[in-house]
């Protein structure tokens, strides 16, 4: 996995770590359910992206970007979730603020490759 030359792979794999140190501090405190959603979701982003690299062909390139994507969405969703409900109380912003910027590169990802694939 050659990630120094791939962004969104680099910060899909380093969100995900995040992600897992999150979870494991979510269930010392006894938050176990919302905590697992997050947990799946987040990791899958990075998973799919990694699969992309990998990709038969342009359109299933996209649709693992695809994929990603609605997995990211998903994870800001649990994000919102635990922040505004407080079932723990924890600092989420950082978390929030990368998985914003995560949403940003695949939507832009997703977008530019169906563009090229469109104009040929």
Known sequence: MNQKNNIILQK????AIE????YKILNSKGEFIISKQLF?????IGANVNEGTAAASKKDFINKMIIASKEA?????????????QLVACNYLKY???????NKILTS?????QENLETK
């Open 40 to 44: 799946r979701a987040a990791t899958s």
């Open 19 to 22: 992600i897992i140190e999150l």
């Open 12 to 15: 899909s794999f380093d969100f």
């Open 73 to 85: 969405r998903e994870t800001e969703y649990w994000l919102l979730l635990l922040e505004k409900s």
């Open 96 to 102: 929030l603020t990368d998985i914003s910027e995560i």
């Open 109 to 113: 990802i997703v977008k530019t490759s």
